[in-house]
T-cell receptor, first 111, second 111 residues
Framework: GIQVEQSPPDLILQEGANSTLRCNFSDSVNNLQWFHQNPWGQLINLFYIPSGTKQNGRLSATTVATERYSLLYISSSQTTDSGVYFCAVGLSGGGADGLTFGKGTHLIIQP | DAGVIQSPRHEVTEMGQEVTLRCKPISGHDYLFWYRQTMMRGLELLIYFNNNVPIDDSGMPEDRFSAKMPNASFSTLKIQPSEPRDSAVYFC?????????FGPGTRLTVT
């Protein structure tokens, strides 16, 4: 099956700092999504980004499918950004299959 | 829309008992997914449906697990008999051509 590796596994930052989270995957994919799991356990979809670049407020993501990696950028971090960030991939386009998740990056933003 | 709805939110049961988890997807979504999250194995796909038809159940751990989707607005995941190693958070998610939206999860504890 597809292997998904995320780095770093843990990250501690001060409020206001910027960060880059990386996701490497082992096969060609047509479905890549980033999620944030907050401290209460809720999984929030951040981006559906099988290729290209998207931005949503302080967050942006870039996927280079040909090189099998994706990056999630968080700028001007806030304490509410704390939690675990997951990258998840699938083979089918249009989101038409289940996702394989990485182990996540655990982010702590300190005030 | 109310989002994906799961019930119950918490379930504590004894080994050997039958457990039924329920999910109502977002109206209009044609894909429904069941995932399980544990500390040891992370987030893993169990089964998914398209237009109420099971497409891939290769992630279902064993015959004790079964899932149904009798109509577009309801799905169940049943474990019979339950075992302590089934303790986990079970998530349901739905999608339509792209982003997957997760429910709040059911935390299952089997003693």
């Amino acid at each position: 099956g597809i292997q998904v590796e995320q780095s770093p596994p843990d990250l501690i930052l001060q409020e206001g700092a910027n960060s880059t989270l990386r996701c490497n995957f082992s096969d060609s994919v047509n479905n890549l999504q980033w999620f944030h799991q907050n401290p209460w356990g809720q999984l929030i979809n951040l981006f559906y980004i099988p290729s290209g670049t998207k931005q949503n407020g302080r967050l942006s993501a870039t996927t280079v499918a040909t090189e099998r990696y994706s990056l999630l950028y968080i700028s001007s971090s806030q304490t509410t950004d704390s939690g675990v960030y997951f990258c998840a991939v699938g083979l089918s386009g249009g989101g038409a299959d289940g996702l394989t998740f990485g182990k996540g990056t655990h982010l702590i933003i300190q005030p | 829309d109310a989002g994906v709805i799961q019930s119950p939110r918490h379930e504590v049961t004894e080994m050997g008992q039958e457990v039924t988890l329920r999910c109502k997807p977002i109206s209009g979504h044609d894909y429904l997914f069941w995932y399980r999250q544990t500390m040891m194995r992370g987030l893993e796909l169990l089964i998914y449906f398209n237009n109420n038809v099971p497409i891939d159940d290769s992630g279902m751990p064993e015959d004790r697990f079964s899932a149904k989707m009798p109509n577009a607005s309801f799905s169940t995941l049943k474990i019979q008999p339950s075992e302590p190693r089934d303790s986990a958070v079970y998530f349901c998610a739905s999608s339509i051509m792209g982003e997957q939206y997760f429910g709040p999860g059911t935390r299952l504890t089997v003693t």
